[in-house]
């Protein structure tokens, strides 16, 4: 099948093609004519399967039929909510390439930077709004946004959204836009909570989901090292001198082991650079570009980067932290294998993370394969490391003292 195919009009086609792809995949290919239906659709795919796509084309086909050039501004009419900064320009990026032979606007909104060119730019009006919560609730509080005319609200990685507690913000944003809109959620995985969001702000909506959602990419090698949490970093040292070669991104769970990570691999002279939610916006997006340039080969993140971050060719995805959540483990080694090329994947775990590694391999429904042959092996019998405050009782927790044994009659 091929893009005009789908319903899509010559500008929109063009732009697409000189963006060099050919056929739509699977998702945008079942998604799209829904969209331009004017359905209410709920997707679940993986990120790298083109679902920014899927949703962007059909939103741009609608708009440019009855496109708005009035003298008093664009009205806008498509708001995508979005839970990081990070996703948000992405998508944009799409929006303004798809866009490119249309006299349709894109703009964006997110915390973390000035608010005052945000409001310049909506002053000016735009067709699509692509915006995280607590920006948008902001700005419509201060009467810069005009959320009446909102023909189709989209919603992507509506898991990540609610687990990063935008709940109460997006039932908000549902509220103020039309009641007769359209409603678009896009999530990676179907948790209860995602389900039941559905349920309460789509109507009769079309389920839509490509490849189940534990699966991994097949063509990621999955390799798993047991090793002291104390010689992480020794065995990372080796890996990176002996056998990883090209870009890769180290996944750690604290902005604290990113910091520490980084500043080692520095003093070691790797081109390497970090992103976690204490930087600047700024800081962020100069060590993304910097990444996909190839300025660096080298990115320390922690799990904002899991979700959508499209760099093309990364080689490696190390999971230096086990990540506690196993969909979590699916997401980041997403960020290699994509559109069909190679990669690998290896994880290092401690004594305390054995139980992740078990709950894993359950969700991928896949046996990791163990690398026993590296220099920092763990001993089978170590134990989860206990740590104990210093302040902490003797006692062990829940005795009771002799004086309360004795105490049988209580008031209640």
């Known amino acids: 099948m091929q893009f005009k195919e789908l319903g899509l009009n010559k500008p929109i086609v063009k732009a697409i093609a000189e963006k060099g792809y050919e056929n739509p995949t699977l998702v945008q290919e079942k998604t799209i004519p829904l969209v331009i239906d004017n359905k209410d659709v709920i997707v679940s795919a993986q990120t790298g399967t083109g679902k920014t796509a899927a949703f962007a084309l059909p939103i741009l086909q609608r708009l440019f039929d009855k496109q708005d050039a009035s003298k008093k501004g664009k009205k806008t009419r498509a708001l995508i909510i979005s839970p990081t900064r990070e996703l948000a320009q992405q998508i944009e990026e799409n929006f303004n390439t798809y866009s490119k032979y249309t006299s349709l606007k894109t703009g964006i909104v997110f915390g973390g930077v000035s608010i005052e060119p945000q409001k310049v730019m909506l002053r000016k009006g735009v067709d699509v709004l692509i915006a995280t919560p607590g920006r948008l609730l902001d700005l419509h509080k201060q009467d810069f946004v005009n959320l009446d005319f909102i023909e189709t609200l989209v919603l992507d990685e509506a898991d990540l959204m609610l687990d990063m507690g935008f709940i109460d913000d997006v039932n908000k944003i549902n509220r103020l836009c039309h009641q007769q809109k359209q409603t678009l959620l896009f999530s990676a995985t179907m948790p209860y909570k995602v389900v039941e969001l559905a349920k309460t702000i789509l109507k009769d909506p079309i389920k839509i989901e490509v490849t189940p959602t534990s699966s991994t990419v097949k063509g990621v090698h999955q390799l798993l090292f047991y090793v002291p949490k104390e010689q992480k970093i020794e065995l990372c040292m080796h890996l990176l001198k002996n056998s990883i070669k090209g870009s890769l991104i180290i996944f750690r769970r604290t902005k604290y082991g990113v910091d520490k990570l980084e500043k080692i691999l520095l003093n070691n002279n790797y081109k390497v650079d970090s992103i976690h939610g204490d930087k600047s916006q700024d800081l962020r997006q100069e060590a993304l570009q910097k990444f996909k340039k190839g300025e660096i080969n080298i990115l320390i993140a922690t799990d904002v980067a899991a979700r959508g971050i499209d760099v093309k060719n990364i080689d490696t995805v190390i999971n230096f932290d086990v990540p506690n959540i196993s969909e979590t483990y699916v997401h980041r080694i997403g960020r290699t294998g994509r559109a069909g090329q190679n990669g690998s994947?290896?994880?290092?775990?401690?004594?305390?993370?054995?139980?992740?590694?078990?709950?894993?391999?359950?969700?991928?429904?896949?046996?990791?394969?163990?690398?026993?042959?590296?220099?920092?092996?763990?001993?089978?019998?170590?134990?989860?490391?206990?740590?104990?405050s210093p302040n902490s009782s003797k006692y062990r927790k829940g005795r009771k003292s002799e004086a309360s044994k004795n105490k049988k009659k209580r008031w209640y």
């Open 345 to 388: 994947a290896f994880s290092f775990c401690s004594a305390d993370e054995k139980d992740y590694i078990i709950s894993i391999q359950k969700l991928i429904n896949k046996q990791l394969d163990v690398i026993e042959d590296h220099p920092y092996p763990l001993d089978p019998q170590a134990k989860p490391e206990v740590h104990k």
